[in-house]
T-cell receptor, first 116, second 110 residues
Framework: ETGVTQTPRHLVMGMTNKKSLKCEQH?????MYWYKQSAKKPLELMFV???????ENNSVPSRFSPECPNSSHLFLHLHTLQPEDSALYLC???????????????FGPGTRLTVL | DAKTTQPNSMESNEEEPVHLPCNHS???????IHWYRQLPSQGPEYVIH???SNVNNRMASLAIAEDRKSSTLILHRATLRDAAVYYC???????????FGQGTELSVKP
């Protein structure tokens, strides 16, 4: 049990659908992250939130829309995705704000997304 | 972006030590070296991190070269549950970003 949960664990959607991924951390952390892990590729950082404010957006297409209503919850809203968006989407959290030396990231189990 | 270089895969026998190497020749003086591992069907989990000195914890040891251009993760006695992809990563002290590479896929034979 890592203290970071993600739902759903698996999601299949069509290109015209709208869906949302949810992440919840029970660790009292102050920063949360979305990563994308495609097959045969390294993890890619997508978004970073610190104290519910977005502090980084790594050139992610607008069909991915994050939301952080409070420090414990993070959402990734998906609409009009492409098949190449199929990947494992991972959420992580850190106790301190991004940039804190040596801070540890705690990852959730991920959502396996398939876009048809 | 700073990059790390790791072998794509390594094999080990159960109960034997494993030394996983990583080269990071472009590392700056304030970048921490982190190691994470990812077991099948799970998210990455933290293993160990360090800046200059060698580090030990209950999971592993981290040996950092004097010039900091390379490091080695040491698993003292590999178990079957240690089979995973191991990532050697920079922690950007200023930006707070973790840049993941391809990692080393470790297989452990009984």
């Amino acid at each position: 049990e890592t203290g970071v949960t993600q739902t759903p664990r698996h999601l299949v959607m069509g290109m015209t659908n709208k869906k949302s991924l949810k992440c919840e951390q029970h660790l009292g952390h102050n920063a949360m992250y979305w990563y994308k892990q495609s097959a045969k590729k390294p993890l890619e950082l997508m978004f970073v939130y610190s104290l519910e404010e977005r502090v980084e957006n790594n050139s992610v297409p607008s069909r991915f829309s994050p939301e952080c209503p409070n420090s414990s919850h993070l959402f990734l809203h998906l609409h009009t995705l492409q098949p190449e968006d199929s990947a494992l989407y991972l959420c992580a959290s850190t106790l301190q704000a991004p940039g804190a030396s040596g801070d540890t990231q705690y990852f959730g189990p991920g959502t396996r997304l398939t876009v048809l | 972006d700073a990059k790390t270089t790791q072998p794509n895969s390594m094999e080990s026998n159960e109960e034997e030590p494993v030394h996983l190497p990583c080269n990071h020749s472009t590392i700056s003086g304030t970048d921490y070296i982190h190691w994470y591992r990812q077991l099948p069907s799970q998210g990455p989990e933290y293993v160990i991190h360090g800046l200059t000195s060698n580090v030990n914890n209950r999971m592993a040891s981290l040996a950092i070269a004097e010039d900091r251009k390379s490091s080695t993760l040491i698993l003292h006695r590999a178990t079957l549950r240690d089979a995973a992809v191991y990532y050697c990563i920079f922690f950007y002290n200023q930006g707070g970003k973790l840049i993941f590479g391809q990692g080393t896929e470790l297989s452990v034979k009984p």
